[in-house]
């Protein structure tokens, strides 16, 4: 039976990806309260660009319920989250999550992120993508990383350009945000993008 104190001996194993200015790793049970006080602050800044909040989503049962999907997720390789914290003070920023691994013939995954409302223009997302790229092509050796955005978010776009990601087209109805089906830009980085691009 699952019980939320297991959740940070879980994950234990999982790897901290260090930036300049940021790291990340895995959510722990003991984050929930700043994870909650900081999507709330944010959340009229972030509701337009996410799927609808549930009644709940800021609850400890509910962070209970994502920690558990998180951990099944690390466990079949099928999906990696990551909180990002700001190093000097220690604080929680945001989030990335790698999902939709597959394997085969594919080797590839998207990736989605968020960035609290108070923390958002310092270019901590740029940083926080990088420092989570050799993870995703030297570590877990993907091929090919893939983002959306809505065409109207032009601050996720110009961190995916900086990032180093390529714009690839437009995919109709693609996510349900918000409420609604909208349609999205989409991105690609591939393997070799990432070494000649970082020297790896």
């Not at 901290?16 to 700043?34: C, I, M, N, S």
């Amino acid at each position: 039976m699952f019980r939320f104190s297991d959740v940070p001996l879980a994950l234990m194993s999982t790897p901290r990806l260090q930036g300049e200015r940021v790291f990340l790793r895995a959510p722990a049970a003991d984050d929930w309260r700043e994870w909650a006080e900081l999507r709330a602050a944010s959340r009229a800044y972030l509701t337009p660009w996410e799927p609808t909040w549930g009644e709940d989503a800021l609850t400890r049962d509910a962070y209970r319920r994502r920690l558990r999907h998180y951990m099944q997720e690390w466990r079949a390789g099928e999906g990696y989250t990551f909180f990002i914290f700001r190093s000097n003070p220690r604080q929680l920023v945001g989030g990335i999550s790698v999902s939709n691994v597959r394997r085969g013939v594919a080797q590839s995954a998207n990736v989605g992120y968020w960035m609290g409302q108070a923390h958002a223009g310092q270019g901590l997302m740029t940083e926080a993508l990088r420092a989570m790229l050799p993870f995703i092509f030297d570590e877990i050796r993907l091929n090919r990383l893939e983002a959306a955005c809505l065409p109207s978010n032009g601050p996720s776009r110009a961190v995916l350009h900086k990032v180093g990601f390529r714009e690839e087209g437009i995919a109709r109805h693609y996510l349900k945000i918000n409420g609604k089906w909208h349609d999205h830009l989409l991105f690609g980085l591939l393997v070799g993008d990432y070494r000649t691009l970082y020297g790896r």
